[in-house]
Every structure is written in C-alpha cells, then in structure tokens.
C-alpha cells in the first residue's frame, strides 16, 4: 500500500473509532431513561467518555472565542437554545433561551445546585452553591440583608468613596499600574471591610493572593495532580481557611471577653452570632466557607466589570463625553455642605448606569450558572431527565441577535427606557439566587467610574 492509501484507511478508522465511541458513551449514559424519555431529551450528543464536550468548551475559551462554543451546539443541532452534552463527568442539559432560563432559575421544587465539583470543593460544602433549600434561605436571609438596601449602601457609600478616590490617587502617582490587578485589590478591600471590618495589611494580602489561585481552579476539571489549576486553588483554600481561622478565633477570644460593640457589628459577628430555632450556632467550619464564598463573589466580578466598563468608555469617546457631562451636572447639583457622593446622587447617574448593565450583558463575567433537576421537569417542549446537571447559559441569551439586535455592538442606550423581560437580562441571575450584591456592585462600579470620568484617562 502506498502512503496515500494508508492515509485514507487510518482516516477511515478514526471515523469508525469516533463513531463507535460516541455511539456505545452515549449509550452507557442515556439507556437507562428508556425509549420513551430518550425520545424527548433536546437534540446533541455526549460525546466521547470521560471528555465529553468539555475540549470544545475549554478550547473556546482559551482561545478567545468564548461564543464558538455554545454556536457549534446551535450549527450542528438547529436553534433549539436547548441540547444536550457530557460535561463535568455529568449528562447535562443547556439552556441558552430566556423562557427556559427563567423556568428553571424560578423553579426550585425541582432544581437544586448542581456546581462542578471544582467549584463545591473550592467554595466549600458549606457555601451557597451546596446548601439544603431551607438552610440557603435562613443564611442569605441573615447575609443579603446587611450588603444591599438603602441603609447598608448609605453606611457603605462614604468607605466606596474614600477607598476609589485614594486608589485613583495612588495610581496616577505611580504613573503605570497592572490596572485589573488594582482594581481587584480595591474591590477586595470594600468587601473585606463589609464583612471582616478592616483586616491588617497582612491579613488582606495573604487573602487576596490566595484568592487569584482560587479563581483559576473554580471552573476547571477537578483534577488533583500538580500542574493542574484545580491542585493549585485546592492550596489556596487550605490557605484561605488557616487566614479565616485565625481571625476567627481572635474574634471569638473578643466576644468572650465581650470585648466588641454592638454598633460596630460585621458580617462575621453576625454569622457567629446567628441562632437556628434549635438555638443552634454557626460552627466554624461552615462561617468560613460562607466567608470565602462571599469574599470571592465580592470582589473578582465587581473588579472585571469594572476593568471592562472604563475601557469601553475609553474606547468610545461619544459615550466617555455623554458619560462626563452626566457627572459634571451632578457634581454641580452636590452642595458645597456636603462631603462625596451620597445614595441620592447615585440614583441620578442614569446613563451610567446603561453603560454598566451594556458592560454586564457584553462582558458575561458569570456566563454560565449550574442546577441539577430533582424530577423530570420538561422544558420549552423537551425533557430534562431527573438527576442531570443543567447549565443556563446567560452569555449566549446576552448575545442572541433576537433578544439584543446586533449583540456584538456596545450600545448603552439600548437600555435607556427599556425593561428586559424576565430571562433575558441574568448578569445577576434570577429567583431565589438572585446575586445578593447587585446593587453593592452597581455602587462600587458608579462610584470609581464617577471619579475616573471626571479626572482620569
Ligand atoms: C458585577 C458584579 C457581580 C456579578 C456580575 C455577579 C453575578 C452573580 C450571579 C449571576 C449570581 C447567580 C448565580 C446563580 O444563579 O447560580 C450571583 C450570585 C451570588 N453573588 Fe454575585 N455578582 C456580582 C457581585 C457580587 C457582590 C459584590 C457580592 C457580595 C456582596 C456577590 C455575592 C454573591 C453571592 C453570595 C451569590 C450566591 C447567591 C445565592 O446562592 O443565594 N456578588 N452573582
């Protein structure tokens, strides 16, 4: 046989191969639904074992094209916004249409949680992405109360202001900064301040470290052997927990001693001091792990979106000019008795605010959010077997030409006097999970774009 020929047969046989081997994992997977459920599963594949669909999915996105991914489900298998894949050693539906987001984020008698085990492992079991129903609703009853609303965000406005003014200031001395890098840091040390009151300097940077190795490890493989992000951010935890336990025990030695004020009270005096209707107290292992779930959720968007915005308003000095003399009216409407902004200004900065919801429906720093059906459940007309994992894509929803008319395009006004119907705008989520610190973050942002649009390039 010639060169040629021996191309042609190893061409055929990889064909055979793959063909065999998708068929018998897709068998392995799905026999056991029967024909009948079988039948209404939406259109896809499982693909190979053990990989599944994840190369495709971790090739998209290290390569830049974030939206190849999800596009190759919708090229192979027709518009359904519904398919069906292997990921994360699970069979797994994705949603990527706003009715059937909406459907299951609002639906929580039959999903639940359903994170990798990357991210359960690295936020803890304790943490929000694995708690029973009645135990999520008491602790973010007790924890969502204090960040968001017009009183915590008047008590933490004047801390925003004090810590963006000082950054920018520290910056512009410096001449060059790692700009993601410092906006991270200052993100960071509001939400420390929330929830730990002001930690020493050591404390924040032993924390913030740990917490950029964290990140790389929360969607990857969970892999444990050296090398891998997943075994890097697994230290970082150990890390995370011996910082947060030594503060722990420092504020528990305090409050023994009585030795702390009700009026200074932070988010950890509360978890410690939160009762069940047992009388039962927050044990600590399971404060820490809503400490670092919160710490981490608490900065890393917050910082990107930032990052994002300030560069789009750069890039696009209509909107930087449009976005300045909304500002410069409002610095001209403050009175000269009072000291910064306050929470009456900030609800002024309505085409600010366009400008950080367009970063948040273009940028997708939380593209995806991960459930698990607890029954048969059927959506948009097809199945979602009992047991399986469901990821709702809000990235492909954000970027549907007939939900956002010429997605890749940053357009602010598109929000100016537009309500998104429910499912279509989930930067923040929807329903019972609905992210806590929205309203913190939209402070945060407005806050440091406020200061940079009115001295800063
Ligand atoms: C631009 C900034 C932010 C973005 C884009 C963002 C996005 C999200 C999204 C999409 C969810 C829902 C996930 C799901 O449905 O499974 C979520 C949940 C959450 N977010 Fe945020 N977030 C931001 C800032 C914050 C801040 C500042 C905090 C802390 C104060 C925070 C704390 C949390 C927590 C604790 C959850 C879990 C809620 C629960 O399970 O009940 N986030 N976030």
Request: positive net charge; aromatic residues 12%.
């Amino acid at each position: 046989m010639g060169p040629s020929l021996w191309a042609v047969v190893a061409a055929v046989l990889a064909v055979v191969l793959d063909l065999v081997m998708r068929t018998v994992h897709g068998w392995v997977r799905e026999a056991s639904l029967g024909a009948g459920r079988r039948a209404r599963l939406p259109p896809g594949e499982m693909g190979w074992p053990v990989v599944g669909a994840m190369w495709s999915f971790l090739w998209s996105f290290k390569s830049g094209k974030p939206d190849a991914f999800f596009g190759s489900f919708t090229q192979r298998f027709g518009r359904t916004g519904i398919y069906r894949a292997f990921m994360f050693s699970s069979p797994t539906i994705l949603i990527a249409n706003p009715e059937g987001c909406k459907r299951v984020l609002t639906d929580d008698d039959s999903f639940v949680e359903g994170w990798p085990k990357a991210t359960v492992t690295l936020m803890g079991k304790h943490s929000f992405v694995n708690l029973p129903y009645e135990e999520h609703k008491r602790l973010r009853k007790l924890t969502a109360a204090p960040i968001n609303g017009f009183d915590a965000l008047t008590t933490y406005l004047g801390y925003i202001d004090r810590t963006v003014v000082s950054a920018l200031c520290r910056w512009s001395e410096a001449g060059e900064v790692e700009f993601l890098t410092e906006l991270r840091k200052m993100t960071f040390k509001i939400i420390v301040q929330i929830f730990m009151s002001a930690a020493d300097d050591a404390t924040m940077l032993a924390l913030e470290r740990s917490y950029t190795d964290l990140n790389y490890g929360i969607r990857a493989m969970a892999i444990d052997l050296p090398g891998f992000a997943f075994h890097k951010a697994l230290k970082a935890r150990k890390k995370l927990v011996s910082v947060l336990q030594g503060v722990l025990n420092e504020r528990r030695a305090a409050a023994a001693a009585k030795e702390f004020s009700t009026s200074s009270k932070d988010m950890m005096d509360r978890l410690i001091e939160v009762e069940d209707e047992n009388g039962r107290r927050l044990n600590n292992e399971e404060i820490i792990d809503i400490l670092i779930m919160y710490l981490n959720a608490g900065h890393e968007s917050s910082g990107h979106i930032t990052m994002w915005a300030t560069l789009f308003l750069q890039e696009n000095p209509e909107i930087f000019a449009k976005a300045k003399a909304e500002q410069e009216e409002i610095l001209r409407s403050i009175p000269p008795t009072q000291k910064g902004l306050d929470l009456r200004d900030f609800r002024k900065m309505k085409y600010l605010s366009q400008v950080i919801d367009e970063t948040l429906r273009f940028v997708n720093i939380s593209f995806v959010s991960f459930r698990e059906a607890t029954k048969d459940v059927s959506v948009n007309g097809y199945l979602v077997p009992k047991g399986w994992k469901v990821q709702l894509w809000s990235r492909s929803v954000h970027m549907d030409p007939e939900v956002y008319p010429e997605p890749k395009k940053f357009s602010p006004s598109r929000w100016e006097d537009y309500l998104p119907k429910p499912g279509t705008f989930l930067a923040f989520g929807l329903g019972t999970k609905l992210c806590p610190g929205n309203d913190l973050a939209k402070l945060e942002i407005s806050v440091f774009l406020h200061h940079f649009l009115l001295g800063y390039k």
